[in-house]
Each structure stands twice: as C-alpha cells, then as structure tokens.
C-alpha cells in the first residue's frame, strides 16, 4: 500500500495506522479519518507506512481488533519493519497493554497522537502549562502501563513532555503537579483578563475552524503579519491578537488554536482560558476548508467543541476557503447549503474585500443610534462617546452638550455606568 516511503523519510519513525468502520462509520469516511491520522503522525514526526481498517460493529474490548488481526498487524509491522501502531480511536490501558504484548511494539491512540502534537508545539508558558495538565489528566488512569511501556523507549513520537521526565513518578506527585499547575493556569488566566480589560470597548472578531482550514493565513492576509501559517495540524496553539482596520471601524483580530475530531477532552479543558478569546468575541468568523470532501463535517465538529465552549450564542459567519482549489459543482452545493457563506481564498487573496464588508455590517446590527443631553463638566463621558462612537450631531448649549451618535450596545452599557459614576467636577468616583 504504502511501500514507496521517500529517502528523506528513513529517519522518520515508521508507524501502522489502525481504524475501523461499521454501523456508524462508512469505510469511505474510516479512510478519510485514517488519511487525517496520517497527517497527525506526519506532523509529530512519524511516517506512516501501512494502513489497516477493519470492518467490525464494535471495538473488541480486549485488544479493539480481536485477536486474529492483532496477529495479522505483529506480521505487517515485522514484514515492514514498523516501529509504532497508532489506533485512530482512544483505547483503555487495557487494550494499550495487550496490543502491546501482542505486537511488541509501541502503540498510541489518537488522544496520546494530538498530546504529543501538542506538547512539541507548545512556545509559550500558558501553552507548555496547559499541555503539561492535559497530559498528566490522561496519564494518570494508564499510570502503570505507561510508566512500565515508557521504560522500554528511547523516545520519538508519544514520549514528549512530562512523560520521559517522571516515569518514577507515583500518583500522588502526579496528583500534586497538577494541582500545581491548575494553580499556575488561574494566575495565567488572571493575566490576561487584565490584558483584554485594557481592550474594552473594541469590536472583537475571533478565528474558529478545523484545524488546517486557514486561519492563520487570513489573520496574515488581513493584518499584513507573520503569524505562523503551514500546511501542518495545529500550526498554532496560542491565540495571536492583532488590531484590524476596516474602511468605518476598528477591530481586534484574534486566532485560535484549531479544533478537530475527537479532540482530547483533557485538552479542551486546559486550553478553556486561552480559548476566552472565543468566548469573549463579538463575531466570529468560522472558517472552512470548502475544497475538502470532509467540509460538512468539519463544520459539525467546530459547532459541537464551540457548544462544549459555551460559544454558540455568538454572530457567526460562515468563511469558505480555499475556494481557488473548488471545483464549480463544489461551489454551487455548498452554495445552496451555506447561502450566507462568504467564499474566499486567504492565499491569493480572493473575497477579502467582501468579506470586511460583511464584518462591517454585522458590527452595524449592534450599533443604535442615540441623542443624549450630558453635562459639559462630565467631560469625560464626552470624550469616550468620540473614542467609541460616530458622532452624527454635536451642539453646545450653555451648560449641557447635546450628541446625537451611533453607538455599540455594549459600548452604550459602558457610557451609562460612566455617567452614573462620574461627579460634577469630571472626575470618576
């Protein structure tokens, strides 16, 4: 199947994909999640030899593919000198235990895959403190086996992070490091609600999707940055925040990590403060991969992780892109599935335009147009209705100012409690 490995890839560690199909999953979609898989591995730096799909209505609880294909999987891994099988379901320590003794090689599942993805790619100390938790939440019921299974390594893909560091470890330190480090989480998250206080008032615009779907590249396009973007999963775990100037407001751009199916729920949990930049967002813009086969599907994973998120109650537009690489009958039935999606290709910078345009007016359904009378010695009710609001009309009358303005709902919250809270001398009390 996959025999013709590049010479560049020898040095890679080989690995055995394993999925099944059934009731619930068609054999075309086992294949698209095993080419997915594939990428993964490719992405923590295996390369993937050998796929295997077995039809089967359940996992077998012992070893998830019974014991004749176990069999079958220790011949195709001797025969092609296979270093590591990787099960695109995540298994118990269980089955961990006896693929292993049947193979007598390493095997991860899909959730130990992405941790470790992770755990390489993580820059940042919220990034390295998130994974870490996240990794020690999902060693923790396998602490046995995988401290014993570790023992036997000398590292490569599944071995990253705290594992190769603790395998003397007991539960009890395991259970104080990470008690630790939800304590270094909460100072984190404290941080930063401090940082987006300093943002108040601004239209916040965040970048949700399935992981390789372009974020990245659109927040580049847009903001004329450099903010990773490759053609690898989870390019980016950290959110990145840049002020984005449309043609009538301002707005602060954020990009987020990407999601993707069956994201580790361990995971979701620890990245939850970095993941306030979606929470906390005004709109959302949620971009799709439009020239994969998967895209509805895609689309169905980001709105369920953003569900778990507590986010589906944001304005959200749907962003197709990659549309360069659509085929038309592609266009036309996402067309008529999605008629409120905008079609752009972030690369060659097609549909950006109207894309702004589109952000521009979901800002306009918030705005409401108000005519106060305020007192001139509250100047600086004054002052904030310039910073945050178009002023249509502005007429001075003694002591009284009267302002005529659009303005943010949330903005308009902001001005009353800032009149509530300012004395006659102008000053906050």
Do not use: C
Not at 73 to 86: F, G, P, S, Y
Not at 264 to 285: M, Q
Request: hydrophobic share 35%; no cysteine; net charge negative.
């Amino acid at each position: 199947m996959l025999d013709d490995v590049k010479n560049s890839d020898i040095a890679k560690e080989r690995v055995l994909l394993v999925g099944i199909y059934g009731p619930d999953i068609t054999r075309g979609q086992a294949e698209e999640y095993l080419d997915e898989l594939a990428m993964l591995a490719d992405t923590a730096g295996g390369i993937t030899v050998e796929k295997v799909l077995q039809n089967r209505t359940n996992p077998d609880v012992s070893t998830y593919v019974g014991k004749g294909k176990l069999g079958e999987l220790k011949r195709i891994m001797a025969e092609k000198n296979i270093d590591t099988v990787i099960f695109d379901d995540d298994l118990s320590p269980t089955q961990i235990r006896n693929i292993e003794n049947g193979t007598d090689a390493k095997v991860l599942d899909r959730s130990a895959l992405i941790l470790d993805i992770f755990a390489s790619r993580a820059k940042t100390a919220a990034a390295k403190t998130q994974v870490e938790l996240a990794q020690l939440q999902y060693l923790l019921p396998r602490l046995t086996r995988y401290w014993t299974h570790l023992s036997r390594q000398k590292g490569g893909i599944g071995t990253k992070g705290p594992g190769e560091t603790q395998i003397e470890t007991d539960r009890r330190l395991i259970g104080r490091r990470i008690a630790t480090l939800k304590e270094k989480l909460e100072k984190l998250d404290k941080q930063r609600t401090t940082q987006r206080k300093h943002r108040e008032g601004m239209n916040r615009v965040s970048l949700v999707g399935y992981t390789n779907a372009g974020k990245s590249t659109l927040m580049n396009a847009f903001t004329q940055t450099d903010v990773l973007a490759e053609n690898r999963l989870f390019a980016t775990l950290d959110s990145t925040v840049r002020r984005l100037e449309l043609e009538n407001h301002s707005v602060l751009l954020s990009d987020t990590v990407g999601f993707i199916r069956k994201l580790p729920h361990n995971l979701v949990e620890s990245f939850k403060s970095t993941l306030d930049e979606v929470r906390e967002a005004d709109i959302l813009l949620h971009v799709v991969d439009g020239s994969s086969v998967m895209a509805n599907e895609y689309i169905e994973v980001v709105n369920e992780t953003l569900e778990e998120l507590d986010a589906t109650n944001k304005r959200t537009l749907l962003v197709m892109n990659k549309v360069d690489l659509m085929k038309p009958e592609q266009i036309l039935e996402l067309k008529r599935t999605y008629p409120d999606a905008v079609f752009v290709s972030a690369e060659r910078g097609i549909g950006l335009k109207e894309l702004e345009e589109k952000i521009e007016e979901m800002i306009e359904l918030e705005y409401q147009r108000h005519t106060m009378h305020i007192p001139v010695s509250k100047y600086k009710a004054v002052a904030f209705i310039h910073e945050n609001a178009s002023v249509e009309n502005e007429v001075y009358d003694g002591t009284d100012v009267e302002l005529t303005f659009n303005m943010a709902h949330k903005d308009f919250k902001q001005l009353n409690h800032l009149l509530d809270t300012i004395g006659t001398n102008g000053e906050v009390v």
